[in-house]
């Protein structure tokens, strides 16, 4: 009897919440950024506050459900370009190897030594950059490790009797490259796009909660983070809501992540 996996069905849950938010957060929660001054701040619990509300007398939880768009559109905007531009320069550093390979390769190397989020902090302060400057930033400092992933699969693709037999057809390089070995490719990048997505949604919500990202008032739960430090004492659930939606989220595309890697190799191997 074949066993059933836990993994996808456990991240399934979280991730199907959050996915409603995304998609519905204008229907579910359109006042969510509504503001009563007189109201303030009040503890988790109160009458239609389940979790309080911050000093502007917005609903935590209603602003949470708003923040998950940008918490989490921006990181899949990320892991979607940097899995592209991988799939390009990773492609052609494995192909075509030589002088090709060692560029990309340097590139790569020199992009993986720099501090992601010190460097996305410095750019995005230095041109005044918003939100898809900084995803725009975070793109280009996430695509090295694309880049090796890719090139290391071309490179063990390129050894294959099916790439031989193209050859010796005279089959062009480019058809190749994108008709051949491009989607023997593919799931492993889809794999590593999961991962960029949890490690992106981790790096966008610390520069929001630096001040970087969205604006101030925003929905966002980086944002909510920075914005209740000062309200751990009255009503810790501004801090502790966003915090584990964040941590929640990242784990569970993680997991699902880390699930397809090992299945795709699997599958690999078993040919």
Known sequence: MKRVSLTPILCAIPLGAVAVCVVGSQWLVPDAKQQDIL??????????????????????????????RSAVVGPIAIALGSMLIGLLLGTFAGYFGGW????????????????????????????????????????VLFSPTDIRMVRGSVLAQTTRPYIESARVLGLGRFRIMFRHIL??????????????????????????????GVGPGEADWGRQLADGRDLLGRNSAAVILPGMLIIVTAAAINLLGDWLQERFERRAAQR
Do not use: C, E
């Not at 389940?50 to 602003?63: A, E, K, S, V």
């Not at 999961?194 to 520069?207: D, G, H, P």
């Open 100 to 139: 090709v390979d060692l560029t990309l390769s340097k590139y790569a190397d020199l992009l993986l030594a720099l501090p992601t989020t010190l460097i996305a902090l410095v750019v995005a302060g230095l041109v005044d950059g918003g939100y898809w400057v900084t995803v725009l930033v975070l793109v």
């Open 183 to 212: 989607p023997n490719v593919l799931p492993v990048a889809l794999a590593t796009m999961l991962l960029n997505v949890a490690f992106a949604l981790v790096a966008m919500s610390a520069l929001s909660f630096l001040g970087l």
């Open 39 to 68: 109201l303030g701040v009040t503890p988790a619990g109160t009458a239609g506050h389940p979790f309080g509300t911050d000093q502007l007398g917005r609903d935590i939880l209603q602003l949470a459900i708003a923040g998950a």
